[in-house]
């Protein structure tokens, strides 16, 4: 290894240039022999010295790195200490190349530095187990109980639900930790050090044998908000800010971060490409014209505002939106569908995962102003290759969920849902039922006539849109199981959904895949591919043909068979939770008044 930093140094030895990359390099070689036990180091000819710490710097080239217990890697003037078998090895594995630097190499060779005050490690309550050495556990309080020798104090870091018991005796403990103790409050910081050992009690596996806990940040009992008591789901969304503290809201969002993680991995896994389509749009993807207006227009000086007007220059009702930002009234969008299939008939199989808005003004537990939507298309697909997608995607991400959120959903299973497993192990393991909408109607009507008065809608017929009851009726009670009704009447769904030939176009090849306790869970269809068709359909439902220029380009050029749907995000995480209301189902949900934090 010297042999190997001589030879470099005699190749690399020149004028150092005054590039900004050197300085950096230079400031960061200062910092790091501050690091390693405050030896100065001194500049000579271009190379840099210190006792134990030898730097070369050059415009371009490599760094190697030799210690026996610290090394720093940086790129410009930031670095990380470590271990120094992971930062020279791989360097000397690639031939001493380093591809994280730019402008110039660096090679050190440090003395033996002294470890034992470094920091106790930082683990997780959700991964902690028994350690010989002393760690380091941060957290906020959930509970503390005092007895005459010692202190437990519940600790949680949000890795989990039940966090960490620490156990803190009074005769082992320094004048500090004492006063930590009595200064402790549920809601405060704490930083916690000690040994992991097996628990004394039968609540929890393991325990935190506490020397020392610290006060990081105080938090007065007496106005904090999550008093230690079950507040109703309506209260914590008053205070949404506060609400991930609490046992439920937390749960949610864990499981809301397992599915999304898995949704990414059942994608990619199968070989579709991510792609992000723009939340800002001149299109109205669902014709319904439930959209939010963008616009940088002085509304609140409404004489400001440009007019339309004719040719003739009479002045129209309406904004002449040409001198908006835009050049063109734009919209928050409501999927990202359009914007996908353009990348679908390039790249084959893709998905978008993103923020949509719709301004519907709907209070109910199952609609939000903002939500997330997940649109997979698929290029030389047809319906049946959407619903095939779909339900293997739903199998997928609720296998994870029940793997990796276990303590979660059992938490869920006890206050929520009592048949919430169950019901998701049936998601996993039993084939979703297939069946028309033809079908569908008629076995509601069958059921409706026996008794129409246990019904809101009894009314039921062909064209009929279906309510969130006769979903969940076809789901939790006629099959007890997830089904795709497919087959829509045209009337009913959008524009862009490709007609059935068998039918005269009465029906189009659209599906909605329904679960028990929610209703409908996705949405999808095999797409118009034939652009005499899709003009048609258009100017039918009074679209202006001119804004969809580009999506009729695809069709016009190289059209392909495709198709695809869309998962609700926050209907999922409903659905796999077993909550009610959609509105705890994402941090800061949005709806019809209230668009606060």
């Known amino acids: 290894m010297t042999t190997q930093l001589q030879q470099q140094d005699k190749s690399i030895k020149r004028t150092l240039t005054k590039k900004m990359a050197s300085r950096a390099c230079l400031a960061a070689a200062i910092a790091a022999s501050a690091r390693t036990g405050g030896v100065s180091a001194f500049s000579k000819g271009g190379n840099y010295f ?42 000397l594995s690639r031939g001493g190349k380093c591809n994280k630097h730019y402008g110039c190499s660096v090679q050190l060779k440090m003395a033996s530095t002294d470890t034992a005050d470094a920091p106790p490690r930082r683990v997780k309550a959700a991964e902690a187990d028994v350690s010989d050495e002393p760690v380091s556990i941060k957290g906020w309080v959930k509970t503390v109980r005092k007895q005459k020798t010692l202190a437990f104090v519940e600790v949680n870091d949000g890795s989990n639900m039940s966090g960490i018991q620490c156990v803190v005796p009074f005769d082992g403990v320094d004048e500090a930790t004492l006063t930590a103790i009595d200064n402790l409050t549920t809601g405060c910081s704490v930083h916690a050090i000690g040994k992991i050992i097996p628990s004394q009690g039968g609540k929890q596996a393991v ?10 940040g105080t938090c007065p009992g007496d106005t904090f908000p999550l008093a230690k008591k079950r507040h109703t789901l309506e209260y914590l969304r008053t205070i949404a800010h506060l609400r991930p503290r609490t046992n439920t809201i937390a749960a949610v969002a864990r499981v809301r971060s397992t599915l999304a993680g898995s949704i990414h991995a059942f994608f990619q896994e199968q070989g579709f490409q991510y792609v992000q389509t723009p939340l800002i749009t001149a299109s109205d993807c669902e014709g319904a014209g439930e959209m939010f207006r963008v616009t940088t227009l002085d509304i609140d000086d409404v004489d400001s505002l440009p007019r339309a007007k004719d040719d003739d220059g009479k002045v129209l009702p309406g904004v002449e939106y040409a001198e908006d930002f835009f050049g063109k009234a734009a919209f928050l969008t409501v999927s990202g569908q359009l914007g996908g299939e353009t990348h679908a008939c390039a790249l084959g199989d893709i998905y978008t995962f993103g923020p949509t808005f719709r301004a519907e ?111 969940r009726w076809l789901a939790e009670t006629k099959f007890e199981s997830a089904v795709f009704v497919y087959n829509y009447p045209e009337k009913i769904k959008a524009f862009y959904m490709r007609d059935n030939d068998e039918d005269g176009g009465e029906t189009v090849n659209a599906m909605d895949l329904l679960v028990p306790g929610v209703g409908e869970l996705v949405g999808g269809s095999q797409r118009e591919e034939r652009l005499d068709v899709l003009i048609e359909k258009m100017k039918e439902l009074d679209l202006n043909v001119d804004d969809y220029w580009w999506y009729l380009d695809l069709r016009r050029f190289g059209s392909v068979p495709h198709a695809g749907y869309g998962l609700g995000f926050e209907r999922l995480v409903t659905y796999v939770c077993g909550i009610e209301n959609i509105r705890d189902a994402i941090a800061f949900p949005r709806y019809p008044g209230n668009a606060e934090f």
Not at 61 to 78: I, L, M, P
């Open 50 to 91: 210190a006792r134990g710490l030898s730097t070369t710097l050059s415009s371009g080239g490599s760094r190697v790195f030799e210690a026996n217990n610290v090394a720093s890697s940086f790129t410009g003037a930031s670095f990380i200490t470590g271990s120094i078998r992971q930062a020279w090895e791989p360097a």
């Open 207 to 216: 325990e935190l044998s506490a020397t020392s806990i610290r006060v990081v």
């Open 361 to 471: 003004n709907s209070q109910t537990a199952r609609h939000l102003a903002e939500f997330w939507m997940v649109e997979p298309e698929m290029a030389f697909a047809d319906l049946t290759s959407a619903m095939d997608n779909a339900e293997a995607m739903l199998k997928f991400v609720v296998g994870v969920a029940l793997e990796k959120c276990d303590e979660d959903l059992t938490f869920f299973s006890k206050f929520f849902d009592k048949g919430l497993k169950d019901r998701l192990e049936k998601v996993v393991n039993k084939p979703f039922v297939r069946v028309s909408y033809r079908d569908a109607i008629g076995y509601l009507q069958e059921e409706i006539a026996k008794d129409p008065s246990k019904w809101q809608f009894p009314e039921v017929e062909f064209g009929t849109d279906l309510a969130t009851e006769h979903e």
